[in-house]
């Protein structure tokens, strides 16, 4: 029997009220048991270490366990391919960054489309890069360094922690918009390269700070520059790179991402627990001692930070020619 068209319509937007209240009650009541955070790299590195300073904050606001899992590998694309393939119900979330953004156009087949699989939630941090050289290096000025290589094309060699990486890829922009010649050493991770440099063997890197603060302040490394438009709070006396290569930009970025189809409710409230979170002064000030920044954001403006590196990151790794390893 057909349904006169008032009463459809009547039932159909009664239904329609009644399955948002129900999506509205359960992510009031969310989360009701521990959440996943998944990090695509081992404990102990920045992306954990900011991972687990966002997931106590969470587990601090809202009364349940957020547990970090470290799946590491694949320049993070384990984690990436377990969080996307996991339930949208909140309970499974993905600390996600800058390697997502470069991998989108590194790897020529992934299992997944980050910005089509992967709903953003909210930015947690942002860090500088900072230009590092060896102290036998002659140039204690970013201009020193790239007349010095422009004088000795292909001499400077710089070490990076993988094919791919944030250093890397900031040494490739570096390399075009300074106009030099630099030789890229590659590295399996920060240590090696770091005991490479400490010891003279190659001359420059552009590392997170993180691990490096102390070989600075001994003078053991000598900081040329940092690679954001803003100086860093830590080493205000140290000049951004953007002061002599006009428009230099670059910086490790993370936050918390959600497989696709979680409901907005559950996004919504996430990230207001974060950007609270983030205006904690003891957040603020622990991030300050890892060189990092709070990065506040509307999952929309979140999603947009994603496009807009990834695009970029596209162009640098298409003219380069770089491939993985």
């Known amino acids: 029997m057909k349904l006169p068209r008032r009463k459809f319509l009547h039932l159909a937007v ?3 009220a009644l399955s948002t209240t129900s999506r509205i009650v359960w992510a009031q009541a969310y989360p009701s048991r521990p959440v996943r955070i998944l990090v695509g790299y081992a404990a ?7 991972a687990r300073l966002m997931g106590q904050s969470l587990s601090d606001r809202l009364g349940q366990q957020f547990i970090i899992e470290n799946r590491p590998g694949a320049a993070g694309k384990i984690a990436t391919e377990a969080a996307v393939r996991a339930p949208p119900d909140g309970y499974t979330l993905l ?3 800058t390697a997502a953004a470069i991998n989108a156009t590194l790897y020529d087949k992934l299992n997944y489309d980050f910005i089509r699989d992967v709903a953003p ?3 947690f941090t942002r860090t500088t890069l900072v230009v590092v050289v060896n102290p036998a290096v002659p140039a ?4 020193e360094l790239i007349a010095y290589a422009k004088a000795n094309p292909g001499k400077i060699n710089m070490a990076m922690p993988g094919i791919g990486t944030s250093p890397h890829l900031a040494g490739e922009l570096f390399k075009t918009m300074a106009g030099v010649n630099i030789t890229l050493v590659t590295y399996r991770g920060d240590g090696p390269a770091l005991s490479d440099l400490l010891g003279g063997q190659v001359d420059m890197m552009m590392p997170a ?23 860093w709070e830590e080493f205000p006396n140290i000049p951004t790179l953007g002061e002599f290569v006009p428009g230099y930009d670059v910086s490790n970025w993370w936050g918390v991402c959600a497989p696709k189809n979680t409901s907005p409710e559950i996004i919504g409230k996430l990230n207001n627990e974060v950007n609270a979170g983030l205006a904690d002064p003891k957040i603020k000030e622990r991030l300050a001692q890892l060189g990092a920044d709070p990065m506040p954001m509307l999952p ?7 496009a807009e590196e990834t695009d970029k990151w596209g162009k640098v790794i298409r003219a380069a020619n770089i491939k993985p390893e």
Do not use: M, S
Request: charged share 15%; with cysteine; net charge positive.
């Open 14 to 16: 009664g239904a329609a």
């Open 44 to 50: 102990g590195g920045p992306t954990d270490i900011f």
């Open 95 to 97: 600390q996600c960054g």
């Open 121 to 123: 939630v909210a930015g």
């Open 140 to 143: 204690n000025t970013i201009p």
């Open 209 to 231: 700070p993180a691990a490096f603060v102390e070989y600075i302040r001994a003078g053991k490394l000598r900081a040329l520059a940092v690679t954001t438009l803003t100086r």
């Open 300 to 306: 929309t403006e979140f999603g947009k930070l994603f």
